[in-house]
DNA sequence: TGTTAGCACTCAATCAAAACGAGTGCTAAC
DNA sequence: GTTAGCACTCGTTTTGATTGAGTGCTAACA
């Protein structure tokens, strides 16, 4: 059977007409309020072939249409239009986005924060992951007789401590001297590349401090660990709540209950295998491997930060939710924050970042 | 009218049953649970005067009594006992908590985590704040040509970073010796006695260089900010669905509201105020002046960081939740907290804080 | 004087039957 | 190919009766 014009207008409207009522929708009411120029009759015959082709399904013999998975799948493949922000929506993340911020913590929190009150869903922003970046800088700092602070600036400049502790430790000048050595072994490499057998170039020079040096090798190290316990914001989780899909306590428990499991959130950003930089990716309800969330949808991409290191958003609605919007309102985000980002990075080469 | 034994023994039994069944308890129920010796009519003249003193009241006619907000009060107040914890939670706690933390972060999440799982109720933990705190040791580390990273060390070991931007920046050497030279000036005051004249003294020395130091100086002062900007932890959300009063999605929208609000959970928390050290404190109910969190109680104490330095941690239920073993399970949490800490700030005088 | 059995009364919760109405599929006419 | 008409389906809403847990009151009892 074909999917011509008029079929796709209907398909359409049950979509458009669903996503805002998440009502069935029947075939008077198409005739109704869409002007297709055909009687509920041809309506339904249409509909009768729709269903037939998978697109749309009946709850029950005498309820309207709702799309399927796949009539989804179809509308946000090949029916549906990226529109423009309205003035108020653009107006609204200019307000809630500053552009001046200097952490990059503060920046994910606002962005999460102002796409979950803008599309009312719930918004996941996952830091950019710096595996594979480079260490520029690493110096020792003195925190007292038997712990120093190894602060470690990466490539892209993000800068993380790790305390050190050792039974001896030289002053701070000693600390500063070795630092320097320590530096020249290590700047360059990426933190998986540093095997334990680097640390000996130190030692040859530096024995006696042989403990604090095996110690700061060790830490920066372990810090690969560190980096896969990435950062997530949420926010708006409780919108979820608001719709009626979820009004069964049980179905809004579980759902939560995936949003506290952190694994499960990553799972949800998906991203590093295949995705496309500056793609934007949309899973639609059960395509999502995971049990809890098979009613929801995910919008979501990357965006960049710095050359290496990429970040990940999801946007997690209702399987009916308004993707039309949501990819209009991610897209826009995701340049937005391009924008500042490289401003925070400093516009070129270097720049700065707290984290 | 007086409070006597027997009086106590069924208004104890009423709570206790509530907490359990979250059912209005009626006579007849009392006489069959609970060994009291008398018949259900004694004990329906009893319940009918401890209506009238308040203790306790009656959903509608035909309906048991639930305890009042003065019914609960005056249980926790004047007839709950604290117990041992049970071998299994003893147990739970001693697998849920790492001994060997070394980020604060961890330790908190941990903590927050092991509560909720543990109680079945939502926690809340506030890392420990660090107003007053003396700073103990600052430095300067290069990052890129305009850029540097201002490392302090407060005196209860947290290492806080400061990106600061400048045109002109001296070599490593160089700022090393400047970071000397501002390190004698502010070491040993608290971030709020810094004024910014004590950069004069700097810049004396340094002038070339007057916009790096004014912009360290700036940095290190609007972190008293950032401090204001403080991190809790919260885990277990989702546990307050699982509780019957909870059912209406409404209610369990409002609330969650609150839990994403952070002043809010910041005021719930309360401390600072008026609360003695170490004390475990129980709002009930309307008590805290919170619309959204009005079926709910709070049982929350501080726990001590170090000298000068307390965070807070509350664990919030409904009204009717099991103060007896929440109040135990958060007592000995914090003595172990205070052992964990005391080990991780290095057990006397000085320690280590990856912050 | 305190306790208890007995009883009438209240009222939310439960359940079944009836009425409703949105929507469909089919048929026949246009 | 389109549409009006109609019988039919089935979830939802409404209504009313029933149930049962629980109370307060009264009168009898120890």
Redesign the interface.
Known sequence: MKLNERKIKILEAIITDYIATAEPVGSRTIARKYDLGISPATIRNEMSDLEEMGYIEQPHTSAGRIPSQSGYRMYVDNMMHKRMLTDDETEFLKNAISFNV?RVEYLMQQTAKALAMLTNYTTVVAEPKSSGVKI??I?L???????A?A?V?MEN?A?K???I?AKKMPD?DGL?RLS?KINSVLENYAVEEISPDKAQEVLKEFAEYSELILNVFKAVISAVRQEEDIHLYT????NL??FPE??D?NK??SI??A??EKDMLITLLGGGENTAADKIEIVIGGENKMEELKDCSIVRANYRYGRNSVGRIGIIGPTRMNYSQTVSVLDEIIRKLDTIIDAML?GG???????
């Open positions: 200097n520029k800088h110096q700092v003195p925190v007292d007789k038997n712990t602070a602060v600036v400049n800068i401590n790790h305390i502790k701070a500063y320097g926010s708006g989780v409780k709540l608001g979820f009004s306590v809004a428990k939560f209950q949003f506290e400093g080469e270097d720049g700065d970042y707290d984290g």
